[in-house]
Antibody, heavy 119, light 106 residues
Framework: EVLLLESGGDLVQPGGSLRLSCAAS????????FNWVRQAPGKGLEWVSA????????FYADSVKGRFTISRDNSKYTLFLQMNSLRAEDTAVYYC????????????WGPGTLVTVSS | DIQMTQSPSTLSASVGDRVTITCRAS??????VAWYQQKPGKAPKLLIY???RLESGVPSRFSGSGSGTEFTLTISSLQPDDFSTYYC?????????FGQGTKVQI
């Protein structure tokens, strides 16, 4: 069974930085594109960022463009999200999602990691 | 960017009811719409992709339809396990916007 496990969520002050990781296993990581999706407490889902299987092409929501950077290490089966200049509105559970090769949708999700931005 | 407008935000129903949720795209996206189910404290689960294709393992009481800008998710006979929040999502472009969600409650 495919496994995705996020880590790195924490309490951070406004203006601070955090790096999230998503460790993948039980499939060939380099074959797949990935996305980060977040969900603020009691709110809906928000797409954050995407990266293709090579890591050469990346995409961002306007709300995080210029502050967040998505990357991957295919040799370590790990996806990253570097978050800088954090704001209170970035407080959310962050999910790592895999893009299906068949349907082009998010077929597997991690359990999420909580990022809290507060002073 | 393409926006997805989902309605209603909350829906009250009973076991056995037929339930319909609607999603409207801000521009034509062919059939590039997916529907997800989310239970409290859990990650979402894919139900429908390409507007009407059922994900493997999803009960047949779930169905999707639509194309262009109007899409619907239908649950033909609501079961106790179906009381959840549902989201539509477009994947016509790289910015995979979600709808605001519909909470189906008793």
């Amino acid at each position: 069974e495919v496994l995705l496990l996020e880590s790195g969520g924490d309490l951070v002050q406004p203006g601070g930085s955090l790096r999230l990781s998503c460790a993948a296993s039980r499939f060939t990581f380099s074959d797949y594109a990935f996305n980060w999706v977040r969900q603020a407490p009691g709110k809906g889902l928000e797409w954050v960022s995407a990266i293709d299987n090579s890591g050469f092409n990346t995409f961002y929501a306007d709300s995080v463009k210029g502050r967040f950077t998505i990357s991957r290490d295919n040799s370590k089966y790990t996806l990253f999200l570097q978050m800088n200049s954090l704001r209170a509105e970035d407080t959310a559970v962050y999910y790592c999602t895999r893009v299906s090769l068949v349907t082009s949708n998010f077929d597997y999700w991690g359990p999420g990691t909580l990022v809290t931005v507060s002073s | 960017d393409i926006q997805m407008t989902q309605s209603p935000s909350t829906l009250s129903a009973s076991v056995g009811d037929r339930v319909t949720i609607t999603c409207r795209a801000s521009q034509s996206i062919s059939t590039w719409v997916a529907w997800y189910q989310q239970k409290p404290g859990k990650a979402p689960k894919l139900l429908i992709y390409q507007a009407s294709r059922l994900e493997s393992g999803v009960p047949s009481r779930f169905s999707g339809s639509g194309s262009g800008t109007e899409f619907t998710l239908t649950i033909s006979s609501l079961q106790p396990d179906d009381f959840s929040t549902y989201y539509c999502q477009q994947y016509n472009s790289y910015s995979r916007a979600f709808g605001q969600g519909t909470k189906v409650q008793i």
